[in-house]
């Protein structure tokens, strides 16, 4: 089953018009009207102050729960308590789902002394637990979990189960049928260590299921997301060779073969299609000059464009 199957909500943030690819559900935008698109439909900044947020979202949650998307994080530094001057995290806001003024899901970042940024999540009115330290100005992929059931929560962080460290019990039901949606909401408060965020997020997805399939949490993450949303047709040998043919959903692909330079699908029909060479696009920012530098390539067709590491025809070595 392919996990946009189960979404019940999709921002993709490829456009400024931020409606969600389910419902079409409206995005409003409160604080800086400017929505900072990155290059290449990669995501959106968030910016200082500025909140988005729908109204009464069918979600359709009840006892168990999907959240996925990309981030790239920054970690502003840590806050001083005003009264007793000690150096604490700072807190910076994510995203929430508030149902009749009662927050039922908080997911914000913490700030660690050491540079790098912890995810805080809360569900329910008395569970809270925090992930693994995550570096910064790097894309991570979180793909969390929660079973009410079961009673449990995973975090699958960059496509591998991540501990969570808590001593809470997490809840068997929050009734999040219908949900008032925020990104960057300041929903714990506006104290002096909670700040809203300048990280960039992608694809943003919400599912009224538990899913933690590993095969499928790496599907998610490799392939684009237009593939997944229109669900191609594939047959199991295309994941070997990590490429999708562009196959009409009226013929099926039933075999993948190689001549050692292009791979060729046999379809249904007696046709075949020949596959381009393997095009990759790494999420690392590679207009930063250090990251340049760690990259040793191999081959003609390794190229960096608009930040982007671009592979053609070769091979690199971070």
């Known amino acids: 089953m392919d996990y946009l199957s189960s979404a019940k909500f999709l921002l993709k943030f490829n456009n ?10 409206q995005m409003s935008v409160s604080g800086p009207s400017s929505i900072n698109l990155l290059i290449n439909d990669r ?4 910016q200082r102050t500025q ?9 359709g949650v009840s006892n ?3 959240i996925a998307f990309w981030l790239l994080s920054n970690n502003p530094g840590m806050a001083q308590d005003p009264l007793t001057e000690n150096i604490e995290n700072m807190n910076i806001s ?21 540079g790098t940024n912890k995810l805080r999540i809360n569900i329910g009115s008395g569970y809270e637990a925090l992930s693994v330290e995550y570096s910064i100005d790097t894309w991570h992929h979180f793909w969390l979990t929660w079973d ?14 991540s501990t969570l460290s ?27 260590n909670y700040i809203s965020s300048t990280a960039s997020i992608d694809d943003f997805a919400v599912l009224n299921v538990e899913m933690d399939d590993v095969d499928i949490i790496q599907k998610a993450i490799n392939r684009n997301i237009d593939d997944a949303l229109i669900e191609p047709t594939t ?3 295309e994941f070997d060779y990590n490429i999708i043919f562009n196959d009409p959903s009226a013929i099926q692909t039933t075999g993948i073969y190689s001549d050692g330079i292009y791979l060729y699908a046999s379809r249904s029909n007696g046709q075949l299609l020949q596959g381009k060479n393997l095009f990759w696009e790494s999420r690392r920012d590679f207009s930063i000059g250090g990251e340049i530098d760690s990259v040793t390539t191999f081959g003609s067709g390794v190229t960096i464009e608009n930040g982007m590491l671009k592979i053609t025809d070769g091979t690199v070595k971070l």
Do not use: H, W
Not at 43 to 46: E, N, P, T, Y
Not at 169 to 189: E, F, K, Q
């Open 94 to 114: 994510l995203l929430d789902f508030d149902v009749s003024g009662t927050n039922v899901v908080v997911l914000d970042e913490q700030t660690q002394f050491n």
């Open 51 to 59: 909140v988005l947020s729908a109204s009464a979202v069918s979600l």
């Open 64 to 66: 168990r729960m999907t």
């Open 166 to 192: 808590t001593s809470d019990t997490p809840p068997a039901s929050i009734g999040a049928s219908s949900v008032d949606l925020s990104l960057n909401r300041l929903a714990n408060g506006d104290d002096y």
């Open 148 to 161: 009410g059931t079961s009673l449990e929560v995973k975090l699958y962080l960059d496509g591998k189960l």
């Open 235 to 237: 047959c199991p040998d």
């Open 43 to 46: 995501g959106m900044q968030m």
């Open 16 to 25: 400024t018009s931020l409606i969600d690819e389910i419902d079409s559900t």
